[in-house]
């Protein structure tokens, strides 16, 4: 059984490595978890050593098939509990991350199967991540960052690369979340930012860090 370090180790790994599973530096990791690059090289060490991941000093780190699966299952367990808090205890979607930080941790391979079950098998959460299923399979949706589309697009917003609550806080004042149906009117100059139509037909004005933070599909 790994402790909930190593655990959030390994999911850092994961997001760090992309889809590629690229190296990983130590100093990456020192970063996103906010700890020294002596522990966590340390760490490393112990990690590969389970084999979990793959580690050469110096050239960085890559997550074994042992360990890719095991982050796939951590990654799931937060999303299913991301999905519960909103959908059945009503939290609202920037105040979940946290507490599913901590749920994420919870062993129980039963009770993540009958919360999959009792939630109907989400694909998404409320952020609009895939949820991977027991495999670690998901479902692979073709999107696009709305910066980078052209004047006429019309799609669908189904995620954000920025997920702090002041984001999603904002998001939330401009009506957007996963699901609204967004066309772009025309882009200005001197700045990038874009003016978009909604659903409803709202039109407003988003800025270019605003746009480059969001996912849609066609």
């Not at 939630?119 to 952020?127: E, Q, T, V, Y």
């Amino acid at each position: 059984m790994l402790t909930y370090t190593e655990e959030n180790y390994i999911k850092a790994i994961y997001h760090l490595s992309g889809d590629e599973n690229r190296d990983v530096s130590t100093n990456g990791i020192s970063e996103v978890l906010k700890t020294k690059p002596a522990s966590v090289t340390d760490m490393l060490k112990k990690l590969s050593d389970k084999s979990f991941v793959n580690y050469v000093k110096y050239q960085g780190v890559t997550l074994t098939k042992k360990g890719r699966k095991e982050a796939l299952q951590i990654i799931r367990k937060h999303r299913l509990w991301e999905v519960f808090l909103v959908d059945k205890l009503k939290f609202h979607w920037d105040e979940v991350h946290e507490i599913a930080e901590q749920l994420e941790h919870i062993q129980s391979s039963v009770l993540i199967t009958r919360l999959d079950e009792f939630l109907g098998n989400p694909a998404f959460d409320p952020h609009g991540d895939p949820i991977p299923d027991q495999k670690g399979e998901f479902v692979l949706r073709k999107k696009h960052i709305l910066s980078d589309m052209a004047v006429g697009f019309k799609g669908i917003v189904v995620g954000m690369l920025e997920t702090s609550p002041a984001f999603l806080q904002y998001l939330d004042r401009l009506n957007i979340c996963p699901g609204a149906r967004i066309c772009i009117k025309e882009r200005i100059a001197f700045d990038g930012s874009l003016e978009i139509a909604l659903q409803d037909d709202k039109k407003l004005v988003i800025s270019f860090e605003v746009a480059k933070n969001l996912y849609v599909t066609e």
